[in-house]
């Protein structure tokens, strides 16, 4: 028997699988497929009413038409691809796209988001090789110690932030501004214990850092509301 795809459903406590489409016609509304767990008793739920109705899981192999509640012809089936069970729903002879499954194209903002988390990296970079110069200057294992773990801390932000904005959609950027918000208050804090004479440059530097990890955190929400999936698909960016 083939293996039921563990991505392909989302189980709730007493209703099986659950899985949502966004049905390719003007607005991309949302449909919703629900059946038992051994894919019978199934149903397509679109407009508020249910429009495909399958009682057992060889009729939703045989796949079931109806019409939906805006006019156009549709269709839902069970079918099988390298071992493992989908539900396929059409509209007009379109496939309707998984809604967790849809991914939209990096907009301009969420390019500039990466960048400004980037910038963030930078700064943080500069600062730990002052930290570096202190040490060679004063003998200071301690900043000597601040400045490895602060180069070895931004080489891994710049390795994931940067990736994670432009192509990790919505979730990722909400994961960088996150991050980011961590970091602002460590160079905040950072730049403040510096601010004295003896270390000028290191508190510049996590000052720059921290500022550009909060504009990353403010300029995200901007990134997150333009990488919209259903407005990608609207716009034929997904």
Not at 34 to 62: K, N, W
Not at 194 to 215: K, R, T
């Amino acid at each position: 028997m083939p293996a039921i795809d563990p991505s392909a459903a989302e189980t709730t406590s007493d209703a099986g699988l659950d899985v949502a489409f966004r049905l390719p016609i003007e607005g991309w509304p949302k449909a919703g497929f629900h059946s038992d767990f051994g894919f019978g008793s199934a149903r397509l739920e679109a407009g508020g009413r249910t429009v495909l109705r399958a009682r057992t899981r060889d009729e939703l192999e045989a796949g079931v038409t109806g019409t939906l509640p805006s006019g156009e012809p549709c269709a839902m089936r069970l079918v099988t691809k390298n071992g493992a069970l989908h539900v396929e729903v059409e509209v007009a002879g379109q496939r309707a796209p998984r809604e967790d499954r849809v991914w939209a194209r990096p907009t301009r903002s969420a390019w500039i988001h990466a960048s400004i988390a980037l910038a963030g990296s930078a700064a943080g970079f500069a600062a730990s090789w002052f930290y570096l110069v202190k040490a060679w200057n004063e003998d200071s294992q301690w900043a000597m110690k601040m400045g490895y773990h602060t180069a070895g801390w931004h080489f891994l932000l710049t390795l994931t932030l940067f990736p994670a904005s432009v192509w990790g959609q919505r979730l990722g950027i909400r994961a960088v501004q996150f991050v980011s918000l961590v970091f602002f208050f460590i160079h905040a804090g950072i730049a403040l214990a510096n601010s004295g004479p003896g270390s000028p440059l290191i508190a510049v530097f996590n000052g720059l850092s921290g500022f550009a990890f909060l504009l990353s955190v403010v300029y995200g929400q901007r990134a997150h509301r333009d990488m919209d999936p259903v407005a990608a698909l609207q716009d034929g960016r997904a």
